[in-house]
């Protein structure tokens, strides 16, 4: 099994360029999770989906949208980005509530 | 904000030693996870204590959670060489719709 799969790696972006980081599961895993991660700050939540078709807000949703239209993927959609969106990238997921998670290697996105 | 914080930040110590990390959480919790971050590379879970056990053991590690405290260790005995990385804790909780929260992380440097 693949088990979680972010595309791509890495990512330059120019301010106000649009593009969609793409995470992949093939464990039928019910939760997915999208965080960003920076220096000194740990993991923050972006958004999440508890199934196909949903969708919910975490911690720092604002400037990205996801889309869970199928259940292996999950997808983080930057309309416009911003400088500030310069961070590393993190898909995650997992069966069910209370259960472990399993993360992908990471998107480093840079936007100049 | 984040529902986990770690303490120390970061922690130097000699091959064989043991480092012992806290997570202190604001809220009600069903589970603490562990997690381990080798730089670069995405997250991969170590340990998984629910709200009803106290104590927890996987090879050289060993977890104890404190709801009277909110807090949660992880102590990594012998350590070596390739325990070198960030640690992580995450909280669940069925309040927070399961996010799976992090905190900042402790960085553990291993010395030969």
């Known amino acids: 099994n693949a088990g979680v799969t972010q595309t791509p790696k890495f990512r330059v972006l120019k301010t106000g360029q649009s593009m969609t980081l793409l995470c992949a599961q093939d464990m039928n895993h019910e939760y997915m999770y999208w965080y960003r991660q920076d220096p000194g700050m740990g993991l923050r939540l972006i958004h999440y989906?508890?199934?196909?078709?949903?969708?919910a807000k975490g911690e720092v949703p604002d400037g990205y949208n996801v889309s869970r239209l199928k259940k292996q993927n999950f997808l983080l959609g930057l309309e416009s980005a911003a400088p500030s969106q310069t961070s590393v990238y993190f898909c995650?997921?997992?069966?069910?509530?209370?259960?472990?998670?399993?993360f992908g290697q990471g998107t480093r996105l840079t936007v100049v | 904000s984040q529902q986990g914080e770690e303490d120390p930040q970061a922690l130097s110590i000699q091959e064989g030693e043991n480092a012992t990390m806290n997570c202190s959480y604001k809220?009600?919790?069903?589970?603490l996870q562990w997690y381990r971050q080798n730089s670069g590379r995405g997250l991969v879970h170590l340990i998984l204590i629910r709200s009803n056990e106290r104590e927890k053991h996987s090879g050289r590690l060993r977890v104890t959670l404190d709801t009277s405290k909110k807090s949660s260790s992880l102590l990594i005995t012998a350590s070596r060489a390739a325990d070198t990385a960030s640690y992580f804790c995450a909280t669940d909780a069925r309040s927070n719709d399961y996010k799976l929260s992090f905190g900042a992380g402790t960085t553990v440097t291993v010395r030969a």
């Open positions: 809220t009600s919790i069903n589970n």
């Open positions: 989906s508890v199934g196909e078709g949903t969708t």
């Open positions: 995650a997921s997992r069966g069910q509530a209370n259960t472990e998670a399993f």
